[in-house]
C-alpha cells in the first residue's frame, strides 16, 4: 500500500535551518509528482511545494519562495525539503504526499520554531 514516511522535523531559531526528507513506497514514486504540505495547529493544511516527476519543475508558495528548496532522488524514492531562513509562522506539521494525492497521509513531522 502507499505510505509515505516524514522525517527531519525539530527545534530551530528564528534564521535557521532544517532539512526534511519523505520516504515513499508502494507505488512507483518517478513516475508521480509530489507534494509537501503542511498544517499548524487551527489551521487548514496548507500545499507548501510541488516537483514534477523528475525534478526539474518546482513551485513554492508565497510564503517560502526564497527560502525553502524542494528536491527530490528517485532511486531513493525520497523528496526533501530544505528550508532556510525559517520564521516562527513556519511551525507547523511537515506532510508529504504524490500528486494526485493518496488517500494515505503520512504522520508528518514536527517544525518548531523558536528562540
Known amino acids: 500500500q502507499v505510505q509515505f514516511v516524514e522525517s527531519g522535523g525539530g527545534l530551530a531559531q528564528p534564521g535557521g535551518s532544517l532539512r526534511l526528507s519523505c520516504v515513499a513506497s508502494g507505488f512507483i514514486f518517478g513516475a508521480f509528482g509530489m507534494r509537501w504540505y503542511r498544517q499548524a495547529p487551527g489551521k487548514e493544511r496548507e500545499l507548501v511545494a510541488t516537483i514534477d516527476s523528475t525534478g526539474y519543475r518546482r513551485t513554492y508558495a508565497d510564503s517560502v519562495k526564497g527560502r525553502f528548496s524542494v528536491s527530490r532522488v528517485n532511486a531513493k524514492s525520497t523528496m526533501y525539503l530544505q528550508m532556510n531562513s525559517l520564521k516562527p509562522e513556519d511551525a507547523a506539521v511537515y506532510y508529504c504526499?504524490?500528486?494526485?494525492?493518496?488517500?494515505?497521509w503520512g504522520q508528518g513531522t514536527q517544525v518548531t520554531v523558536s528562540p
Open positions: 504526499n504524490r500528486q494526485p494525492a493518496s488517500g494515505s
